[in-house]
């Protein structure tokens, strides 16, 4: 990997703040949609759960499609940017439109209504935004130590996103007149929020010529031959035959091969989905403050606990992977402490001890943050591997996985959350939940998470991309000056 600096400082904040669009769309669908669903359209929480699921199906299809999409677009502002730029419109149509389910329609028209919004948001316009907003990580520079420092800033941006919306929008609900109006105002307003910055975003940045990405990978002639050997139905370069272009032409069927052959790429898409998973159940943490602290409020309280300890340990990541001299040891110890301290928040809660939980919730934000800030310089790795070992660059197709992720991870998430409700017997807008409904929130609250980190953990400990470049270099020879 080079050591040539790439971007100035504004490139780096001008990217990082992408993911604010990106947030005020997730994390104000994760955390409020099941609640204003249930509570203000009517509808029955696991209904809405099975919908979600269904939805998912879908979202399997879009996203390798339009990585593929990515990787073969090729206009005046590059590949990625145009993708991220305008399904964003969609973005925020579809995002009001989730909120302002018409309150006159009769119930089946509601969860119509409901499907046909959610998975056009999910399964077209966020995901062809969100994946081109990830592969720029690849796009824009060479640098690893750039890759870190932009990861870590778009997640501080992130968290700082979702900290907000966790704490503010109750509020703002209710003072633009509570219900269904209020929410749909909420809505609009961070529709247009998400608009604006995504498209500040998109001209902060700019992707570097096609020559300048392809020397990644000096060894060009070892890695051909090893992809003719172990990939004989793909395209590739064949000096005496081919043009140069013919060489990088490849089906969606040849992508999702590249894609499996690559274990680390298997390995982080399961890491990110159940990091969405572990985010999507937190944020239904509304109703375990509403039935079983008292108050709503205290969802704000707990997002503080989260993302101030996250937004510092972002802050030191940059920092503290040079020191490792490199992400494994830092994210495998990161989540093995974060494990361990969530299973302390879960001792807080059933003593009803809320410092402790605070203070623990704090403690594993803080291990977690690490993984945060570097995933993106992970799946960028993961992408060097494929190209190393196959000769294909595949970046947008690489960071399908993320967008994969955020939809899976958060959508099971979400839809786990309305068939635990129901199966708890919750009982909407009710004064007091039935033992069952407490019992069950206690599980999703406080056990799911705990459970979910330790499965990181386990993938974690195989996630040792790195090492794998770096072998793959000393066996062909590739010298630093080479890279």
Known sequence: MTDRRYLKWYNKIGYGAGDIAGNVIYAFISTFIMIYLTDTA?????????????????????????????????????????????????????????????????????????????????????????????????????????RVQMGSIRFIFAFSTSLLIQWGTVKAVELFGGGAEGWRTVAI??????????????????????????????????????????????????????????????TLIDAAKLLLSNKYYVLICGVYILTQLFSATLSMGIYYMTYILGDADMLGTFSLAINVPMICGLLITPFLVKKCKGM?????????????????????????NIPMMLIFTGVAAIAMSPMQGDLNALIAACSDYTYRTTGKRIDGTMYSCSSLGVKIGGGIGTALTGWLLAAGGYVANAPVQPESCINMLNFMYLWLPMLLNLLITLLLSRLNVEKANEDWDKTHAVTTEEV
């Open 189 to 250: 307003i961070y529709a247009i929020i998400g608009l604006v910055v995504n498209t500040i975003s998109v001209f902060s940045v700019k992707e570097l010529p096609e020559k300048e990405l392809e020397k990644e990978n000096p060894a060009d002639e070892e890695a051909a031959k090893f992809s003719a050997e172990a990939f004989p139905d793909l395209e590739l370069a064949d000096k005496d035959n081919r043009t140069k272009d013919e060489s990088k032409k490849y």
């Open 328 to 352: 494994y040891k830092l994210n495998l110890t990161g989540y093995l402490i974060s494990t361990i301290a969530r299973a302390l928040v879960m001792v807080g809660g059933y003593m009803q």
């Open 42 to 146: 009517g509808l029955n929480a696991g209904i809405v759960g099975t919908l979600m699921m269904i939805s998912k199906f879908f979202d399997g299809f879009t996203d390798v499609i339009f990585g593929a999409l990515i990787d073969k677009t090729k206009t005046k502002m590059g590949k990625a940017r145009p993708w991220m730029l305008w399904p964003y419109i969609g973005n925020s149509v579809m995002l009001v439109a989730l909120f302002a389910v018409p309150m006159e329609f009769g119930d089946v028209a509601k969860y119509a209504y409901f499907f046909i919004c959610y998975t056009l948001l999910h399964a077209v316009f966020y995901t062809a935004n969100n994946i081109a907003y990830s592969a720029l990580t690849a796009l824009i520079t060479r640098n690893g130590n750039e």
